[in-house]
C-alpha cells in the first residue's frame, strides 16, 4: 500500500529535497506540496493524505494551529502530522504534539530516517525521541496550562493500561513492552488503543503528553525492573 505525504514548507528548496527523498522510497509517493498551513490543511480536504511533513514556522497560518485544525475534524482523522523543526530543542514542539502531532523531526534527518518516521507515523504509532519524551515535554507542559492531578478519565483506566501508559510515556515501543510485561505486541497494541478511547487521545503521542500533563510521569523518571 502507497504511503501518500504532503510536504508543508515555505521553502521550495526544502520541499525540493524532501520530494526527491521520499519518491525513490517505492511504497511513497508526494501528493501535494503546501507553501503555508492554511493551504496544507486545504490540500488534506482535496486530497487522499496519509503522513503531512509540517513545518512549524509558516506564513499566513503556522504549523502548529495546521495541526490543530486537521486534528479538530473528523473527517481527517486518518491523517497524520509529523513535524519539521530547525532546532532539536524547539518549545514549539510540544506545542504541535498538544495539537495533534504524531512526533517531530528535525530538519538535518537523514534520508534513511525520515523515509522510516514516515512509515512509523503511517502505521499509527507515535514518533518521539528520548530527549521529547524525558526532557522536552516534561519541562515544558507545565507552561502551558496548569494541570489538574487526577481528571476523571483518568477513572476508567485499568491497572494494567496505567502501567502500559507509563511505559508509552517513557518512550517504550510496543515490541520493548511487551517483552518486558510478557505479553503479545497484540495485546499491547489493544490495551494502548482502549486508553486513547478512554483518554479522548488522538494518538500515542497525546497518550505522552497526558502522562506528563497530569504528572503521571516526570522528567527524570527512571524505569524500575518489572517483576
Known amino acids: 500500500m502507497t504511503i501518500r505525504v504532503l510536504l508543508a514548507d515555505d521553502q521550495a528548496l526544502i520541499r525540493a529535497g524532501f520530494k526527491m527523498i521520499i519518491d525513490a522510497a517505492p511504497e511513497m509517493e508526494v501528493v501535494g506540496e503546501a507553501a503555508d498551513g492554511r493551504e496544507a490543511v486545504d490540500l488534506c480536504y482535496t486530497g487522499r493524505v496519509d503522513v503531512v511533513l509540517m513545518d512549524i514556522r509558516m506564513p499566513h ?3 502548529i494551529e495546521a495541526t490543530r485544525r486537521i486534528g479538530a475534524d473528523e473527517r481527517l482523522a486518518g491523517v497524520r502530522v509529523l513535524v519539521l523543526t ?3 530543542n524547539d ?3 510540544i506545542y504541535a504534539l498538544q495539537a495533534g502531532a504524531s512526533g517531530f523531526l528535525g530538519k538535518n534527518v537523514a534520508p534513511g530516517d525520515l523515509v522510516n518516521a514516515i ?6 504509532e507515535a514518533l518521539l525521541s528520548p530527549r521529547a519524551t524525558s526532557g522536552l515535554i516534561g519541562r515544558l507542559i507545565h507552561h502551558i ?3 489538574a492531578r487526577h481528571p476523571p478519565e483518568l ?3 485499568t491497572d494494567r493500561e ?3 501508559l507509563l511505559l508509552v510515556a517513557h518512550g517504550l515501543s510496543n515490541g520493548d513492552i511487551a517483552e518486558r510485561l510478557h505479553l503479545s505486541p497484540l495485546t499491547v497494541k489493544t490495551h494502548i488503543n482502549r486508553t486513547m478511547i478512554k483518554l479522548n487521545a488522538r494518538d500515542r503521542a497525546q497518550l505522552v503528553v497526558f502522562a506528563y500533563q497530569h504528572e503521571l510521569a ?10
Do not use: C, Q, S, W
Open 162 to 164: 496505567m502501567e502500559i
Open 91 to 93: 518549545d514549539n514542539v
Open 145 to 147: 496550562r496548569p494541570p
Open 119 to 124: 512509515r512509523v507515523v503511517a502505521d499509527g
Open 61 to 63: 497560518l503556522d504549523g
Open 155 to 157: 477513572a476508567l483506566v
Open 86 to 88: 530547525t532546532f532539536d
Open 218 to 227: 516526570k522528567p527524570g523518571d527512571t524505569l524500575g525492573e518489572h517483576r
